[in-house]
C-alpha cells in the first residue's frame, strides 16, 4: 500500500453537519468566482470526505470540474489526485487548489487598468464624454444607450444618437487577432452548428476590448497572467451576444415590472432576440473583484504546490496532482490500493456537454480540448459519442478504478438522468459486486445550492444528484453511519 503521509494546517475548517450537507447554500467565496457548468455544492462534498476518510488519506477525482473537491480533500488535510479532460475545468481547479496572493492580484490589475481601461473607454465614449455601460439591442437594432449614474445600478437610458451608432459601425468588421478559432458541432441541444463564428457571438467591439486585456495579460509575467486570464474567461459570457434582457419581471406583491433587467449568459450558444452588449471593461473589473473579495482574507492552500504529474506526486510525496488528460489514461498511473475514497460527478450523459460548451473560455485561453476521448453523450452526430460508447467507456474506466482503491475503501458517485439507458453503468456497478468487490451501500440526494435557469424551467427538469455509495469488502460500514442521517437516505436502487 502507497506511504500515506502527515501534513496539516494550523486551523481546520469547521466539521459539516448532515443537515447542512442537505441544505447547502449558494456559491460564495471561490466558489462563486467562475461559472463552470454542473458545479455541486461544497457542503455534502465536504461531509463525505469528513466520513469516509482520515487525515494523510488519498482522494481522487477523475472527472475533476471546477475543483471543488479538490479543494475541500486538501483543506481536510486529505492527499488530492485528480483528472480533467478539460483544460479550463483543470486552470480552475488549480486556482482553488492554489490560491493566488491578494497583493500580487490587486497590483497586476491596477497595472493593466492603467494601460487597457482608458483604450477600451474610448469605444463606448459617448457624444458629451460619458462613457456607456449596457447598450440593449433587438436583433441587429439597437433601441437604447444605458450609463451609470451615481452609486448602486442606478442607471440614465438613452435614445441611441448617430455618434453611438457611427462608433459601432467603425469597429463592427473588427475580427479577433488572439483568440483561438473555436470548434463548434452540430449540436441543436445548446444551438451550437459547426459554422457558428466568434462573430455570432462576440460584437466587432467586444472582439476588440477582448484583444486589448489579452494582449495586455500577455506581457505580464505568467504566474501574475493566469488569474487573470482566468478572470477574463469568466466575465467572458456577460460580453457576449448571449446576455438575456428580462422583461415583465415580478419583483414586489406578485405585479409584474415594465422594467428591463440584465441578465446573463445561461447554458448553450443562443442569441436572444432582445439582448444587451455590455462594457468589456465592466465585465472584467466586476469578476476581478469577485476574485479580490474572495481571496482578501488568509487562505491555507495559497501557494500550495501541485504536481503536474503523478510520477512527480509519488516520487516527492506531494499532497496534490492535478493533471490535464483522459481519466481512462492516468488511471492506470494511480498506484494500486492506493486510495481511500473515489469521489465524483462524472459526466451526466448529455445533460451538460462540458467540453462543448466550454469551447469559448477554451479558445480565449488559446487551449485546445482533446474532443475525441471525452467521455459523454453528444447531440452533434458527427462526435460519434452515443449511450452504448457513453455506457462502455464508463464501465471499462470504473473497472480501472477499482483496482486503485484499498481494501477499506470507498466509491461515492454524484449522478442523476432522467432516462432509463444512461443508468445503464451504474446498474453494472451494483450488479457486478461479486466481479467487483464494490458492494452499493446505499444513496443521497445532493442537493443544488442555486437555481438553474434550465432545469427551473424545464418541464421534469431534474432538482438534485443522487450520491451513490459504494464500499468494499473491507470498507468500515460504521464510517457511514452519518451519511444515513441526511434527509431521504435509502437503500434503494435507482432505476434498476
Known sequence: MQKQLAFGFAEKPPEVSAKKASNPKGYTGLYG??????????EPLAFIIEQLTSDADTVLDPFVGSGITARESLLRNRRFIGFDINPIAVEITRLLVSPPDYESVYDTFKYLEKSVKEKIGQTYLMSDGCIASHYLWENDLLQQVWLRRGLGNAREERSPSAHDLELIDSLAGYRSKFLRRPNFFSNGRINAHKDLAISDILTGRAQHNLDLLLHGIAELPDDLAKPLRLCLTAASGQMTKMVFAVTGRG??????????????????????????????????????????????????????????????????????????????DSIAEVANQSVKLILTDPPHSDRVPYLELSELWNAILGLEPNFDDEIVISNAKEREKSPET??????????????????????VLLYNARQEDRWTFVNKLIDDSASTGL???GQFPCNYSAGSVVQDNRKGGLKNDVALVFGNPDADLGEIGQLCDIPNWTTQIPFH
Not at 261 to 268: A, M, N, P, R
Not at 291 to 300: Q, S
Open 439 to 441: 458492494e452499493y451501500i
Open 390 to 411: 457513453y455506457g462502455d467507456a464508463m464501465n471499462a474506466f470504473f473497472a480501472q478504478c477499482r483496482e486503485t482503491m484499498r481494501d477499506d475503501g470507498f466509491l
Open 33 to 42: 468566482f467562475h461559472k463552470y457548468w454542473g458545479k455541486k455544492p461544497h
Open 251 to 328: 419583483k414586489t406583491g406578485g405585479k409584474a415590472s415594465s422594467k428591463v433587467e440584465v441578465g446573463s449568459w445561461v447554458i448553450g450558444y443562443w442569441r436572444p432576440k432582445l439582448h444587451f452588449e455590455v462594457n468589456v471593461w465592466n465585465c472584467f473589473e466586476r469578476r476581478v473583484s469577485k476574485l479580490l473579495k474572495a481571496i482578501r482574507t488568509y487562505d491555507p492552500l495559497t501557494s500550495l504546490h501541485i504536481s503536474p504529474s503523478l510520477a512527480e506526486f509519488y516520487r516527492c510525496d506531494s499532497k496534490c496532482c492535478i493533471e490535464c488528460t483522459p481519466c481512462q
